[in-house]
């Protein structure tokens, strides 16, 4: 009987600490900033997409920039550009093979200089530029 006591008392007092561990993770939801479509490339098209997302208590938000073709499921692959301490990202494309990415003073945590994306059987690559600027 003690047993069943003592996990009835540990579930009832882990209940509140389980509302407060929904509430930060929470925290760590995506906010879909700009969603940047290459129309020309497919019938679907390839798409960049500019997220933010809170980076708790040492910087405000990380910003993430991923490209894939708008017909297919996110991958980890998808992920060309993470940063932080900025205030602006703004991605553009110069052409059907060229992303833009540019941003003010920034912290960057990962970058890539190109994405291959599978595309009706073929893979197209897409350079990727950085610009920083203070105005973009």
Not at 35 to 40: F, G, K, N, Q, S
Not at 68 to 94: C, G, H, M, N, Q
């Amino acid at each position: 009987m003690k047993g069943k006591c003592a996990l009835l008392i540990a579930f009832l007092c882990a209940k509140p600490v389980w509302g407060e561990v929904q509430k930060f993770e929470s925290l760590w939801e995506v906010e879909v900033l700009d969603e940047v479509l290459w129309e020309e490339t497919t019938p679907f098209g390839i798409q960049a997409i500019v997220s933010r997302q809170s980076a708790g208590a040492t910087t405000s938000f990380l910003y993430l920039v991923e490209i894939r073709d708008s017909a297919s499921e996110p991958t980890e692959y998808d992920l060309v550009f993470k940063a932080d301490k900025t205030t602006l990202i703004v991605a553009s494309w110069a052409d059907e093979d060229t992303l833009e990415i540019c941003y003010t003073d920034a912290r960057i945590w990962r970058y890539t200089n190109f994405r291959s994306i599978l595309i009706n059987g073929d893979y197209k690559t897409i350079a990727i530029n950085l610009k920083q600027q203070q105005n973009c």
